[in-house]
């Protein structure tokens, strides 16, 4: 009985203390500065340590998300997109960050070493972010284009599909003959 009161509350304080944000509509808007931690144990900080001309930035807020992500990386790289692309699982509250070292062991487990790098964990801001986007239909991922400067060219949060993929490359697109 015990280990089942402790169980339910424990479930209570890592999940039920989070707060829901309406989603957002982000076209033009620059990018919060947030800190964050690769894979690999580097500081990086979110968008001033991006220099490339564009940065795409996948964003999930549940474990569920990693599908859609995944389906994103897929089309990616599908279409020969070769901007990088940041993965960003972003989670909120102060028990999160209790057990961050176990949370980013796992995801070490299910991730090649190589691509460690570009998987950068949020917990300080992860709210900031949330906050920022929105969080309604948490399983979506959060597609976030932005150009050197942080601001965001693309965003898009209803779930992969070809069309929004298909809009994403016609940014991309754009953008480069744009800077030419």
């Not at 509350?9 to 800190?35: D, E, H, R, W």
């Not at 795409?56 to 998300?65: E, M, T, V």
């Not at 980013?104 to 992860?126: A, C, H, Q, S």
Request: proline share 4%; aromatic share 10%; with cysteine.
């Amino acid at each position: 009985m015990f280990k089942t009161l402790t169980s339910v509350l424990l479930a209570v304080f890592l999940f039920g203390c989070s707060n829901q944000y309406p989603n957002q509509i982000l076209l033009g808007k620059q990018f919060p500065t947030v800190s964050g931690e690769s894979l690999t144990k580097e500081d990086v900080v979110i968008p001033d340590d991006f220099n490339d001309e564009h940065s795409l930035l996948l964003i999930g807020y549940k474990q569920n998300s990693q599908f859609d992500i995944d389906r994103w990386l897929i089309g990616l790289d599908m279409t020969g997109v070769t901007i990088p692309a940041y993965e960003l699982p972003t989670i909120q509250g102060m028990a999160p960050r209790m057990f961050s070292t176990f949370i980013d062991n796992g995801m070490r487990k299910g991730i090649p070493k190589e691509l460690w790098g570009g998987v950068i964990t949020i917990y300080k801001d992860g709210e900031k972010v949330q906050a920022f986007t929105g969080n309604e239909s948490p399983n979506n991922c959060r597609v976030v284009l932005i150009d050197k400067a942080g601001k965001i060219l693309y965003f898009y949060d209803r779930g992969f599909s070809v069309a929004a993929l298909n809009e994403l490359n016609a940014v991309l697109k754009k953008s480069k003959h744009m800077g030419e």
